[in-house]
């Protein structure tokens, strides 16, 4: 895989700059697509739990991932575990099979030692950086062995339940006007209203 | 008159179905850009804080809003406030925030479409003939935008983003990086959350 590929080019569009760690995340989705041997998700077909968290670096893993899976944070199946650590677990909701792929110790390192995280260090935005510092590395991903980039575990059964019905019903908020989904609706003296007009005053 | 904010391919190519939702959302994170006078994101300067929760059809407005803004799930400048509403709000820190949510009579026009009768009977949006989509999605361009938002200047509206960390452990459990802030200690040794036991591991809601 190279800059050339489709893939790689929506992940670019939607994320809006040049860096290793959302080509990561690409590669650790297929990676995990492969070993389920499953394709990537139309509607909710798939859930991704990723392992990150907030305000670190690294993130941008998750975009890969959206990208690579379909599975996505509007349609709902991507999902955040707060380890802030650089795994995903793919399920396959029908048969329940799941995966986990996590980023090597070495794959890691080879970013986290690179000049272009220095810059990022001092606060200088992705996007700022000379993309000299950063295709190298992005290349370095896209082509990179799957197994130097990922320790791919075992395939498991994950306890998934079983998948709500999707709510329909919706509510108009008796204080602002607007539309709220049913399930939620709060009531405030005796009125039916949605969240936030139900906590103020 | 057709919008001009319709989605490019890639879009739909990201998003992986054509629903009209993803449209919208696109639509309203195009018109706030305007709205603010800013660009599509590139790093980390944009927020958008959707109001939407889970398991609603309406949540794929925030994979539009995400594809329009740049404000992306991976750079984590999304954020849910689960009050259940079809409406986001846009902030730039230097050039404020605007909301904007979807006007009731035009949720009710749409509802009337034969997208929702597939839909409420539990099919996906994939599996819906595409005749049918395309219906509910040219009428959604076609409406026009004080048709579908309300739109609100909002002058005192405050987020202070926490300072991002690069210092990162290795597990001595798993052998697994950890980012510093989630370090736990056990037995004297560095170790992740899982690794631990300490907090109970996070469980797949649906």
């Known amino acids: 895989m190279d800059r050339n590929d489709e893939l790689y080019k929506v992940g670019l569009a939607l994320h ?43 993130t941008c893993f998750a975009d890969g991932v959206q990208v690579a899976t379909g599975c996505t944070f509007g349609k709902g199946n991507i999902r955040s575990l707060g380890y802030g650590k650089f795994g995903l677990t793919l399920i396959d909701n029908k ?25 990022r260090k001092k606060d200088i935005p992705a996007s700022q950086v000379d993309v000299k510092l950063v295709e190298p590395l992005i ?36 204080e602002c006007g607007e539309v709220t989904v049913e399930r939620y609706a709060r009531v405030k003296r005796g009125k039916i209203v949605c969240i936030p007009c139900a906590e103020k005053a | 008159m057709t919008t001009q904010h319709i989605p490019p391919e890639w879009a739909f190519e990201f998003h992986a179905h054509e629903c009209p939702f993803m449209p919208i959302g696109y639509r309203m994170g195009k018109l706030a850009l305007a709205h603010l006078g800013v660009e599509r994101e590139k790093d980390h300067g944009f927020f958008v804080f959707p109001e939407l929760g889970e398991g609603h059809p309406q949540t794929c407005m ?14 984590l400048m999304m954020a849910k406030t689960f009050y259940g509403k079809l409406a986001a709000t846009f902030y730039h820190p230097k050039k404020g925030a605007v909301r904007y949510s979807l006007l009731p009579d035009f949720i009710d026009a749409m509802g009337k479409f034969e997208f929702f009768v597939y839909r409420k009977k539990g099919i996906e949006p994939s599996q819906i003939p595409l005749d ?34 690069f210092n990162k452990t290795k597990c001595s459990g798993c052998g697994e990086y950890v980012f510093d802030r989630y370090v736990r200690m056990k037995d004297g040794k560095p170790v992740c959350i899982p690794c631990s036991g300490y907090e109970k591991t996070a469980l797949i809601e649906r």
């Open chain 2, 62 to 75: 925030m994979d539009g809003m995400q594809i329009a803004t740049g404000a992306t799930y991976g750079k």
């Open chain 1, 139 to 174: 290349d370095k991903v896209l082509s990179e062995k799957t197994d130097v980039l990922f320790k791919v575990e075992p395939i498991q059964q994950a306890q998934v339940p079983p998948m709500a019905p999707h709510a329909f019903d919706t509510i108009i908020c008796a």
């Open chain 1, 95 to 119: 048969t329940g099979r799941s995966v986990r792929v996590v980023a090597t110790p070495e794959a890691m390192r080879r970013n986290q030692e690179s000049e272009f995280i220095q810059f």
């Open chain 1, 16 to 58: 809006g700059h040049k860096c290793p760690a959302m080509p990561l995340g690409l590669r650790a989705g297929l990676a995990a697509l492969d070993a389920l041997g499953v394709q990537h998700a139309p509607d909710g077909q798939l859930t991704a739990l990723v392992e990150i968290d907030r305000n670190h670096c690294s």
């Open chain 2, 132 to 165: 049918v989509r395309r219906e509910v999605i040219q009428w959604v361009y076609d409406q026009p935008d004080e048709a579908i938002f309300k739109v609100e200047a909002k002058p005192d509206f405050k987020f202070t983003p926490i300072k991002g960390s």
